[in-house]
């Protein structure tokens, strides 16, 4: 494994963590459940997880990204130099461009289901 693939995995022992210890702490606080989760949480996670999926797929498949065409015998090779093949670099386009779609419209998702309204909206003059 290299140094990235190594950050990649203690990110995502972070972030592991942290949701475990956000959990422990609603547990003691009396205010963990399934009544406590409403369809926004859902949809939230479900989209963070594609996005995050997508993402560390590419992280782990393609760790001398971006490939590009060189002089190598097969036509392609990565930033590292070892050779890939046509098919290869095709997938990692693919993946890519999935990647370039679906973060930003996740992003966008994600910001409008967590979008709460100020206080300040909600108090009218007098």
Same mark, same amino acid.
């Given at each position: 494994m290299t140094a990235l693939q190594w950050w990649g995995i203690a990110i995502i022992a972070w972030i592991v963590g942290a949701n475990g210890l956000g959990a422990i702490k609603a547990i003691r606080e009396k205010r963990f459940g399934p009544q406590y989760i409403t369809p926004k949480d859902v949809l939230s996670g479900i989209v963070g997880l594609i996005m995050m999926l997508v993402f560390f797929y590419g992280w782990f498949k393609y760790p001398d990204a971006p490939i590009h065409e060189c002089? @190598?015998?097969?036509?392609?090779?990565? $930033? &590292?130099?070892?050779?890939? @093949? $046509? #098919? #290869?670099?095709?997938?990692? #386009? +693919?993946? &890519?461009? @999935?990647?370039? +779609?679906?973060?930003p419209a996740g992003m966008a998702i994600l910001f409008g289901l967590n979008r709460k309204r100020s206080n300040l909206d909600s108090v009218r003059p007098n």
């Open positions: 002089a @190598s015998p097969t036509g392609f090779c990565g $930033k &590292q130099g070892p050779p890939h @093949s $046509k #098919e #290869e670099h095709h997938a990692f #386009e +693919v993946w &890519q461009t @999935s990647l370039f +779609v679906i973060w």
